[in-house]
Structures are given as C-alpha cells and as structure tokens.
C-alpha cells in the first residue's frame, strides 16, 4: 500500500466536509458572519503549517477511527457544535462523495485533480481573507512538490490504498440516487460512455505487424461502451482548468443531503470483525494522532461570539430520530485517549510538543501543553 | 483461504487475510504444489492442503530505500521448474528453490532487471528447443524482462514500457502478452522483443489476464468493467502472431 495517501485522503476528505458545511451554514440561514468565521476558522486549521508538514511525510494510513476523531476536532475547530449524530452524518456524506470521485477517476493521476479542484472551491470561500490564501497556496506548492514526479504505477497505487480505505462502505446518498450515479444498493454505477482517460486510446481497433516492425492489417472490433476521445488534459498547476468536474461542489442549498444507513448492515460483518482483533499499531495510531493535534491551532472562541449548533438535518426531532435508529456497525467510536493516565505517553506528547518551532507565537506556555491534553480527554 | 498473519499461523484453518494482502497463487511444480500469499508482511509457502507453513519470508522494512518513501510488498508469483518467483516492491524478483518434499526451501538468487516494482510474472515451459524463454516479468513502469530459467536465471530480452504500468502478464508459445495501465494489450515475440500486436482493448487499465494454453484463448478483464476474450494465433505466411477478437 501506498505511503503518499494521507494527504490526498485528509485534503480531499475536508474539502466535501467544507462544501456541505458551507451549504447547511446558509440553509440553516446562520448570519453571514458567523458562517463566514466558521468557514476561515475551519480552513486556518486544515491548513496549518507544522500540520500539513507532518501530513506530507511519508506514512501509512491508518485506521478510519483516528481519521474520524481528526474530523471531529476540525469540525469543532471554532464556533459552530455539532451533535453525534450530526457529525455521523456529516462524515457519512463526506467518505461516501470522496469514494465516488476516487472511483471514477478516469486515470489514477487525476486522483490529484480531485484533489486542486477542493483546493481551487476552497480558495473560493476563502477569498476575501490574503494571508488564508497565502496559506492554501502555499499547500498547493507542496503537493506539487511531492506528487508532481510520481509515476503512474504510483498514481495506481495510492488510488488502489484509497479504495482499499473505502472499501464495504454502501451507504445510499439521497444525490446519488437521483441522479442515478448510485444503485439502491449503495453500489456505484461505472459509466461506459464518454471521454477515455488522457492517455488512452478509444477501444475498437486491432494493429498486427510484422518482424520488421511495419503495420501489416488493421481489424475494428465493436467494444460495447460509447467512448469518445479525451478533448484535452487537465491542468496540475496551481492555477488552470482542471477539466475534470470529479471535486467540484455538487451541493447548492436546495439539493437533498439525505443518507440511507438501513439496510446496509451486512456487508459491514466483515468490517466489524476486522475492528475486533488487536491493531498492532495502536500505539502508534495514537502517536501519530498527537502529533497532528499538536500541530492543529485551535483558535478558543473569544468571550463575545457565543456558539451556536448546526444541524445536518432538516429538523431536530429528526437528529434524535437518526441518533436512535443509527445500525449498530457503522457507529463511529471516537478514538478516546487517555493522556492523563499513561506516564510514557505524557512524556512522548511533551517531546513532540517541544518539538514544534513555536517563536512566532508567544501565547505558547505550559497551559498550552495542558489545553492539549485537556482537549484529547473530552474526545 | 488461509491467511496471512505476521508471526506465521498457529493453527490452520480459514482466517482473514491481512489487509492489504497484495498476492496468492498456485505453484504447480513437477513434483508439488504449494499455495504462495504475498503481502506487506512477507512471502508465506503452504503445502496444498492449507496444513502446514512450509517457508516464511519476511519483508525486511530497512531494505527499503532510506528515505522510505516507498512501501514495502510483494507482488508477482509464478513457478518454473522447481523455481518459485517473486516479485518485490523494489523491483527485484526472488528466486526460491523447491525441494522435491519438505521446508528446505532456499532463496537461489535475486534478479536486478527492473527498476520500478514488480506487478506480475508469468512462466510457461519451454516450447521448441531454439525459443529458450519459459518467464516474463513485468513493472509498473510497463518494462518487461524475458527470463530463462535454471541454475542461474539468464535475462534473455528487455522490452521497454512506454511509461504506463503493465499489470499483467501471460506467456505462450513464445508470446509476451501484456496488459496496460492505459487499457492496451499487446503482444510480444518473447526472443527479440518485437511487437506484433496493439490492441486498443479498454478504456480503463487492465486489471488481469488469463490464457487457455490448450486452446490459445486470451482474457483480459479490466477497471471498464468489460471482459474480452482474443483468439491467439500464428500466421502461416510471415510467422507473426495474430489476435482477433472473440468476445
């Protein structure tokens, strides 16, 4: 499995996180400001500097759970509160969009045009803030860096790890369905018609040629899909057109976010089986995870903007509704750690947390270091 | 199926793969067959029956590159003879020998043609007594390397990729057939490396290939979700091999 997956995954992921925000934020008809300081706050996180350092590193992905407990935190990285079943929602509709865009990727490459079309949609809402988006660039810059030289076996590979991730999830999203991209058994429908990849040839012609190299005869064969030929290459720069539509906000605020989780429960056998065994790299899931959270800035809400709750459905009788007939399989357990308890692991996340270049800003002190833990204990 | 643990198993039966399990094949060797899983783990050999963990090769993270940007796994198997292949993420192919009975298995040597890591390998036994190619290898950046077996693997033909990664291999008759990461199949003459066929087969990569020798009937299956089936066949005039499409 791929070592370069969990920025594609952490990046991508939190973009459909900020597209549905930003649609119930203003169906839910939130004052402007505050959804805009939500928004910015959301972003400012995502994008920390010693965290997307650490997010680029070479590394293997780990488990769904530490994946969701990161999402918890950044959704409640300012002042909007979410509950359980809120959150379960939100992330539902999230891994299930990112599984459909990763699947129908024409070529493993374009994986990473998913990827600049959320960083392009999140520019957009950051637009009116200079030095956010100095910082989104800046990411942008570095996942060039990274993922500009890496051959298509690669590409082929992070895409199969980014399968693998999503693997058994069937959750039915009310968007899919109507538009007919998913079946009322949660499965994807792989189209056969359209453009080929860049880089592929339209399917139907047989070239034979002799020793010498020269074409000898042509055979056409009919292939049975409708394909047409690639009209031209999206752009991997950090401004161009992506071509690709794959990434790019398909929520307006009167299209239904409604998920269907009945009915999906056995193909989750295996999956909670899988959960039961012991992960040998628990410890270092955890480890891992301090160090994210130790480079995530979590801006306290100042005394005066008071909190407010955003609800992903449409009503709250239904939240409470939804919280009770969630299947049992696909409960997310948010990763508790226990920071206080264990003597080693306070001495690894002081280590860390000293670690981190810090003379930029001189709120840091040791009540930092306890806000850290305090905030891993209430997870 | 049997599983891929990372002590090795302690007791046998069925149990669930590692995640990640990247390969399992049957050895069909003369005198044996052995059932190989690959993963990120190791490389595991079971007698047929699942009983017994004969061989446990352990995939060594250090040797990987230092930078580790790279993961490490298998991938690729294929028997010869009383050879076992293996492919590696490194690119290099283990070559394991097989004892008539037992766990004396023995790692004979390690061939360094590929640059990019193994995605398959095909075997077939040698046809005529001047076409000596009985292994192919393939990468993922599309390189292909025509092997003949023995004491000593001789590197008999290099066919270059043209930067998409080939995913599957077959071998027949002294035909390289190749599946692509750009849903191409082509085929090869296996002693000099000439193409004789192209054909623009899927719009998506080729996942698998599979061959009937008996009959000379090409599979290839792949991420459009079609299946076609190509008739194999050698022109009686110029010797080249010819496909046409079945299904």
């Known amino acids: 499995m791929s070592v370069r997956t969990l920025p594609l995954l952490f990046l991508n992921l939190g973009g459909e996180m900020l597209y549905i925000l930003d649609q119930r934020l203003r169906a839910q008809n939130i004052p402007g400001d505050k959804a805009r300081r939500v928004l910015h706050d959301i972003v400012l996180t995502m994008f920390n500097k010693s965290f997307i350092e650490e997010l680029l590193k070479p590394q293997e992905l780990y488990s769904k759970k530490a994946l969701r407990t990161i999402y918890d935190r950044l959704a409640h990285a300012s002042i909007m509160r979410l509950n359980q079943a809120s959150m379960d929602k939100l992330y539902d509709l999230m891994t299930m969009a990112l599984k459909y865009q990763v699947l129908l990727c024409p070529r493993p490459k374009d994986v990473l045009l998913v990827t600049y079309n959320h960083l392009d949609a999140i520019k957009g809402l950051i637009h009116d803030n200079p030095p956010l988006l100095h910082l989104v660039d800046e990411t942008f810059r570095q996942l060039i860096e990274v993922y500009g030289c890496l051959s298509a076996g690669e590409f082929q590979l992070i895409r199969q790890t980014l399968l693998t991730f999503f693997q058994d999830l069937h959750i039915r999203v009310s968007i899919f369905l109507k538009d007919k991209v998913q079946n009322s058994n949660g499965r994807f429908v792989l189209p056969v018609t359209g453009p080929v990849p860049w880089g592929t040839e339209v399917p139907g012609l047989i070239r034979m040629f002799n020793s010498k190299g020269e074409e000898v005869r042509r055979v056409k064969f009919p292939h049975g899909g409708n394909y047409v030929i690639a009209p031209k290459e999206g752009s991997f720069e950090v401004y161009g057109d992506r071509v690709l539509k794959l990434g790019t906000n398909m929520y307006s605020v009167n299209r239904p976010m409604e998920t269907h989780t009945s009915g999906t429960s056995k193909n989750l056998a295996s999956q909670t089986q899988q959960s039961i065994a012991p992960n040998p790299l628990a410890k270092e899931e955890l480890n891992f995870l301090a160090r994210l959270m130790g480079g995530m800035e979590i801006t306290k809400p100042s005394g005066s903007e008071p909190g407010f709750r955003l609800n992903l459905f449409t009503t709250d009788e239904e939240e409470e509704q939804a919280a009770l007939t969630r299947p049992e399989e696909l409960s997310h357990e948010v990763v508790n750690i226990q920071a206080t308890q264990d003597q080693q692991r306070n001495q690894e996340l002081a280590r860390i947390m000293g670690e981190f270049e810090v003379k930029d800003q001189p709120r840091w002190s040791a009540s930092k270091g306890d806000d850290l833990l305090a905030m891993m204990d209430e997870l | ?247």
Not at chain 2, 3 to 8: Q, R, V
Not at chain 2, 89 to 105: A, C, E, Q
Not at chain 2, 146 to 151: D, E, L, Q, R, Y
Not at chain 2, 199 to 225: F, M, Q, W, Y
């Open chain 2, 1 to 247: 199926m049997v599983a891929a643990d990372s002590e090795g198993p302690r007791d046998p039966g069925v149990r669930q793969a590692a995640p990640g399990a990247a390969d399992v094949h049957w050895c069909a060797l003369p005198f044996r067959v052995l059932l190989v899983l690959t993963s990120h783990r190791g490389i595991q050999m079971y007698e047929s029956d699942g009983s017994v963990m004969v061989y446990w090769h352990a995939l060594d993270s250090r040797d990987a590159s230092p930078d580790s940007t790279q993961a490490v796994f298998a991938r690729g198997i294929a028997s010869c003879g009383h050879f076992i292949c293996v492919g590696m993420w490194s690119g290099r192919v283990l070559v394991f020998d097989i004892p008539l009975k037992g766990p004396n298995i023995v790692l004979s040597e390690e061939l360094a043609a590929h640059p990019a890591s193994v995605t398959d390998i095909a075997s077939e036994p040698a046809q005529e007594p001047d076409c000596m190619a009985d292994v192919v290898t393939a990468d993922d950046s599309g390189l292909l390397c025509v092997w003949w077996s023995g004491p000593e693997f001789k590197l008999l033909t290099r066919i270059p990729g043209f930067g998409v990664p080939c995913n599957s291999v077959q071998l027949w008759k002294g035909i390289v057939a190749a599946g692509y990461g750009n849903g191409q199949v082509r085929l090869y003459e296996a002693s000099t490396g000439a193409l004789h066929v192209q054909i623009n087969a899927h719009a998506r990569a080729v996942c698998a290939l599979d061959l009937a020798p008996g009959v000379g009937k090409l599979l290839s299956a792949a991420e459009d979700t079609f299946v076609h089936i190509w008739k194999l066949s050698k022109s009686r005039e110029s010797g080249c091999t010819e496909a046409a499409p079945l299904l």
